[in-house]
């Protein structure tokens, strides 16, 4: 799917608020960066933000590369596009975001908004972010990733966490997964 990069960006739209306090962000100015690889995300919410543009703008690819690396060949991405297809995004509403869980953990709670035979339905879910290098080493950029706890890992409670923390996954990401 496209749109023009003057457009509301599809992360700005809530179906349940008829009046902002500001004017909503283009597409150019909002997501479209962070699907271009342009720029990083600066905070969970806003790679949640992203990852919903991703969804209704049918970006499947950006929704693997926006999970945590050692669960992104364990995705499905066929799955993911079918299902972004599927599904009439009406928009998104940030309930809360948890900014600062430890040192590089954080949780978006959002309602997901789609339109279905029975009217505007919400997903409603509370997710988990971590601040993660891409690679375990020193000189590899750190970004924001999404932990999905729908996938299941070979990985035991005191093996390396797999967000390269180099803390055990029992006291890394181990709680949120």
Known sequence: MTIATDAICPCQLNPNITQTLGAPLPYSQCCEPLHKGERAAET???LMRSRYAAFALVLPDYIVATTLPAQQALLDKAAIEDWAIAT????LEIVQHLAKLGKRHAQVEFKAY???AAG?????????????TEQVGKNTPIKWYFLDPTVAMNVTQKQPCLCGSGEKFKRCCGPYV
């Open 44 to 46: 969970a919410e806003i």
């Open 88 to 91: 009439d995004w009406a928009g």
């Open 114 to 116: 789609f339109n279905s």
């Open 120 to 132: 505007l339905q919400a997903h409603h879910e509370l997710s988990t972010f971590v601040k993660a």
